[in-house]
């Protein structure tokens, strides 16, 4: 990857220098709205309109009261991106910056990563719309579907066994036998910048749709959470504008590292967690860490985790009620505006009776029509 101290500045400015360099490579993805959801988001839960199919969800002991905001839901759509998912972004960015800003980089030896996940795709992509070689690791037990559409990219797919220190020590090998450079699926400035253009878009786009009701727009975004480059990049992208951010993410087997880290200002470590929201299992990085947990920017404005049962309950309600198939890490930002009192009653009291237009950030839709048919199932 490119050195460190030749990156661009972590700012807003970045991004949007990012987003001129990948602009011709990406997706618009639309923001889309629903009445049912942000009428739902808005009803106190023990209202009695109040859905009797989510009612199992209430948390026991009942609080004194239950929150009612006002809010008004933007779902950015990053599942209609190119490879499905918002992380065709970053690597197109790292890609363009290795190209351009990086004389030590060889395109003949192309770049290396490791992943089973949607960065394993986005940077064969963006390598082969860039012509250069791409070395993906992945592990022996991928899904078949995975290490097929990888390929299909044209990358060339190592495999390696299951653990993380397996594939790290395989990727290694790749770049001593071949000089390809390493581009991380996130703790890196290049994927933090290009991750974060979907933000830019987002105020954008909403702003168009409010034209002629209000002057202000966002007033504040919500995504998802795992390796913390989307929201890392989201925040900065949103610095001094105004529009506050803020994370989600499972709390299933200790996933919820950067919500606890955020309020103990403690970075937690060694993750290891099998959340059905199988894009956010990683933890935070050495790049991420600060942009999400440091108080000195206030980059992003809290950190809010939900459980397996309401993210199920969400990617049921995204699928019924939006027509729209996303991923479990997809519905998580969704799940803390229905289900999270905490977040709710924070939305209740900081936007008043006015309530806010929140932005609600769909990562990527890559699964299959069997993994959604048992993880809705009664």
Known sequence: MADLKTCPPLTRESVIDAHALIKPHIHLTPVLTNTTLSTLASLPRDDPSYPQSLTHLLPSPAPARYAQPTLRLYFKCENFQRIGAFKARGAFHAVARLLAHDPS?????????????????????????????????????????????????????????????????????????????????????????????????????????????????????????????????????????????????????????????????????????????????????????????????????????????EIRAALRLVLERMKVVVEPSAVVPLAAVLFNEEFRGMVEREAGPEGWDLGVVFSGGNISLEKVAELIAP
């Open 105 to 309: 980089f060889s395109p003949a030896a192309g770049v290396v990563t490791h992943s089973s996940g949607n960065h394993a795709q986005a940077l064969a992509l963006a390598a082969r719309e860039r012509r250069i070689p791409a070395h993906i690791v992945m592990p022996d037990v991928a899904p078949q579907a995975k290490v097929r559409a990888t390929q299909g990219y044209g990358a060339n797919v190592v495999f390696s066994g299951p653990t993380a220190a397996e594939r790290m020590e395989v990727a290694g090998r790749v770049v001593e036998e071949t000089g390809a450079r390493m581009v991380p699926p996130y703790d890196h400035p290049d994927i933090v910048l290009g991750q974060g253009t979907l933000g830019l878009e987002l105020t954008e786009q909403v702003k168009g749709l409010l034209q002629g009701k209000q002057d202000k727009g966002l007033d504040a975004i919500v995504t998802p959470c795992g390796g913390g480059g989307m929201l890392s990049g989201v925040a900065l992208s949103q610095e001094g504008t105004g529009v506050k951010v803020f994370g989600a993410e499972p709390n299933h087997q200790g996933a919820d590292d950067a919500t606890r880290g955020y309020h103990t200002q403690e970075r937690v470590r060694g993750v290891r967690t099998l959340t059905i929201a199988d894009g956010l299992r990683t933890e935070l990085g050495d790049v991420t860490y600060p942009l999400v947990c440091g108080r000195e920017r206030g980059l992003v404005s809290g950190m809010y985790a939900v459980s397996e049962a």
